[in-house]
C-alpha cells in the first residue's frame, strides 16, 4: 500500500485514521482519503425545538440528558461519554407522580424543565431563514 493514502486527523483531542479500500490502487492520492469529523464537543446541541411532555413517578430517580445527543431523548443514554465528555446528565428524582415538560432545546436555565427558552430558538432561526430570503 502507498503511504500516501493514509491519512492521520487530529482534531480536539481524537485521532482518525482513514484508509481506501483494499484492493484501490491509490494514482491521486487526494481522491482515495476520507476525513471523518470529530463528534466530539464541548457544547450542548438542541435535540428537539419543543418540549418532551413526560409522565414521571414519585421517588424514581431520572437522568435527564444534558448534551443532546442522547438516542432515547429527552433521557440520557450515556452518548455524552463520546461526543461530550465534558457534560454530564442531569439527575433528578420528583416529589410526586405527575406530567411535566422537559426542556429539549438545552438552553432552559431551570433544567430539567421547560422555561419557555425555545421560543428565543426558533425566532433565531426564522429571522436567519428570512435574512436569507432577501439577501
Not at 12 to 18: D, E, L, M, N
Not at 111 to 131: E, M, N, T, W
Request: glycine letters at 6%; one cysteine or more; hydrophobic letters at 35%.
Amino acid at each position: 500500500m502507498n503511504p500516501s493514502c493514509v491519512l492521520v486527523a487530529v482534531r480536539r483531542g481524537c485521532a482518525q485514521i482513514s484508509r481506501p479500500p483494499p484492493g484501490v490502487e491509490c494514482v491521486f492520492p487526494s481522491k482515495c482519503l476520507q476525513v471523518r469529523r470529530c463528534s466530539q464537543s464541548g457544547q450542548s446541541v438542541p435535540a428537539a425545538r419543543l418540549p418532551y411532555r413526560v409522565k414521571v413517578a414519585a421517588g424514581k430517580r431520572y437522568s435527564w440528558c444534558a448534551c443532546g445527543h442522547s438516542k432515547k431523548q429527552p433521557f440520557c443514554d450515556g452518548a455524552h461519554k463520546t461526543k461530550a465528555p465534558g457534560i454530564s446528565p442531569l439527575r433528578f428524582t420528583p416529589d410526586s407522580s405527575r406530567t411535566v415538560m422537559l426542556c429539549a432545546c438545552k438552553e432552559t436555565k431551570n433544567a430539567p424543565f421547560c422555561d419557555g427558552s425555545h421560543f428565543k430558538l426558533i425566532f433565531r432561526d426564522l429571522v436567519k431563514s428570512v435574512r436569507g430570503v432577501f439577501k
